[in-house]
T-cell receptor
Framework: EPEVTQTPSHQVTQMGQEVILRCVPI?????FYWYRQILGQKVEFLVS????????KSEIFDDQFSVERPDGSNFTLKIRSTKLEDSAMYFC???????????FGDGTRLSIL | QKEVEQDPGPLSVPEGAIVSLNCTYS??????FMWYRQYSRKGPELLMY????GNKEDGRFTAQVDKSSKYISLFIRDSQPSDSATYLC?????????FGTGTRLKVLA
């Protein structure tokens, strides 16, 4: 069964550094999402992306965050200047149509030192 | 009022029991209702996806939606130790999913 893959599984970064989290969505999917889950808390929506532009973003997704689909298979989340509070699991999700369920990857655990 | 509320548990049941997991939501505009299972250090895995009020069954799992009371449930029949995980309910009106906190379930052999 096709799946969403995310790399790396664990990223350790110094505070203030830039980090890029990578995702390969399911190949025929058109809608892409990033969520995060701080340890012990709920999964929170960050951003949705369709047709090469952001369709919706949360208040968490401030100017430090950006997303890109650099080619036909990858979808990335960049955090420009990381803060301690950015430490979390980051999940990528995708779906073929907006009214179909989102499928999630296994996440990247981001640890900011 | 939180958009989606879910009892965090933990909930411990003996193997073979019927498990009932529940969520309430606040926004009547929500149209889609999902249940995900999440094992430790893994991503949410889709279990059930429903659009309308009523029941939807898939194997040992039954999802129930009552839009009039804004209440969603997941029933697991003949629970197994492998069902031990965190169960997340989620709702959606537009692009984004709004998740509950998750209920930790432990099925004892």
């Amino acid at each position: 069964e096709p799946e969403v893959t995310q790399t790396p599984s664990h990223q350790v970064t110094q505070m203030g550094q830039e980090v890029i989290l990578r995702c390969v969505p399911i190949s025929n999917h058109l809608y892409f999402y990033w969520y995060r889950q701080i340890l012990g808390q709920k999964v929170e929506f960050l951003v949705s992306f369709y047709n090469n532009e952001i369709s919706e973003k949360s208040e968490i997704f401030d100017d430090q965050f950006s997303v890109e689909r650099p080619d036909g298979s990858n979808f990335t989340l960049k955090i420009r200047s990381t803060k301690l509070e950015d430490s979390a699991m980051y999940f990528c999700a995708s779906t073929r149509l907006q009214d179909q369920p989102q499928h999630f990857g296994d996440g990247t655990r981001l640890s900011i030192l | 009022q939180k958009e989606v509320e879910q009892d965090p548990g933990p909930l411990s049941v003996p193997e073979g029991a019927i498990v009932s997991l529940n969520c309430t939501y606040s926004n009547s505009a929500f149209q889609y209702f999902m249940w995900y299972r999440q094992y430790s250090r893994k991503g949410p895995e889709l279990l059930m996806y429903t659009y309308s009020s009523g029941n939807k069954e898939d194997g040992r799992f039954t999802a129930q939606v009552d839009k009039s009371s804004k209440y969603i449930s997941l029933f697991i029949r003949d629970s197994q130790p492998s069902d031990s995980a965190t169960y997340l309910c989620a709702t959606s009106g537009t692009y984004k999913y709004i998740f509950g906190t998750g209920t930790r379930l432990k099925v004892l052999a």
